[in-house]
T-cell receptor, first 115, second 109 residues
Framework: DTEVTQTPKHLVMGMTNKKSLKCEQH?????MYWYKQKAKKPPELMFV???????INESVPSRFSPECPNSSLLNLHLHALQPEDSALYLC??????????????FGPGTRLTVL | GEDVEQSLFLSVREGDSSVINCTYT??????LYWYKQEPGAGLQLLTY?????DMKQDQRLTVLLNKKDKHLSLRIADTQTGDSAIYFC?????????FGAGTQVVVTP
């Protein structure tokens, strides 16, 4: 199984809502990532988890809260988002984070629209 | 400025070869990657090259690396309509990925 799955595929939420994005992989990877991607732009790294611990937070606003319940799951909790947070949110995983070869496997993404 | 640069657009006729170029600045990069993204989808790894290699061939794909000039290219032979997508080059060096801006490839019949 070389797949990273993400749910939901699409999400529309108001600025006062609380929602969560979910990501799952069963490749035994120890590093998991959240990226934000705006249209026609490259993915921007948000968070890196390594061995279930948060290793990198790229100065992401606190309205985004990541969680790694176990080595296969990664969540992104959303609260009080702004319309400019509308984007494609991509999850990825890799064997480990600090190794020299760091092939990242990407999920299909969640298309988020904030009204 | 960006650490990884790519031209933004490439138009190619079906059956021709496509060449997508990328330059990077981090000389400590150990691996360089090419990812493909189709509309509405995630990123799919196409190929990668280790920094001590000059060339790697994988079916229709050829990667050339000029480490002195920090220049990476991806050649797609016999380009098909299914190759229409955005192609990202990326470098990694003991940690985070740095993606280029992406090259949109449009294949015309």
């Amino acid at each position: 199984d070389t797949e990273v799955t993400q749910t939901p595929k699409h999400l529309v939420m108001g600025m006062t809502n609380k929602k969560s994005l979910k990501c799952e992989q069963h490749m035994g990877h120890r590093a998991m990532y959240w990226y934000k991607q705006k249209a026609k732009k490259p993915p921007e790294l948000m968070f890196v988890y390594s061995y279930e611990k948060l290793s990198i937070n790229e100065s992401v606003p606190s309205r985004f809260s990541p969680e790694c319940p176990n080595s296969s799951l990664l969540n992104l909790h959303l609260h009080a988002l702004q319309p400019e947070d509308s984007a494609l949110y991509l999850c990825a995983s890799s064997q480990d984070w600090e190794g020299s070869y760091n092939e990242q496997f990407f999920g299909p993404g969640t298309r988020l629209t904030v009204l | 400025g960006e650490d990884v640069e790519q031209s933004l657009f490439l138009s190619v006729r079906e059956g021709d070869s496509s060449v997508i170029n990328c330059t990077y600045t981090d000389s400590s990069s150990t691996y360089l990657y090419w990812y493909k993204q189709e509309p509405g989808a995630g990123l799919q790894l196409l190929t990668y090259i280790f920094s001590n290699m000059d060339m790697k061939q994988d079916q229709r794909l050829t990667v050339l690396l000029n480490k002195k000039d920090k220049h990476l290219s991806l050649r797609i032979a016999d380009t098909q309509t299914g190759d229409s997508a955005i192609y990202f080059c990326a470098e990694s060096s003991w940690g985070k990925f740095q993606f280029g801006a992406g090259t949109q490839v449009v294949v015309t019949p």
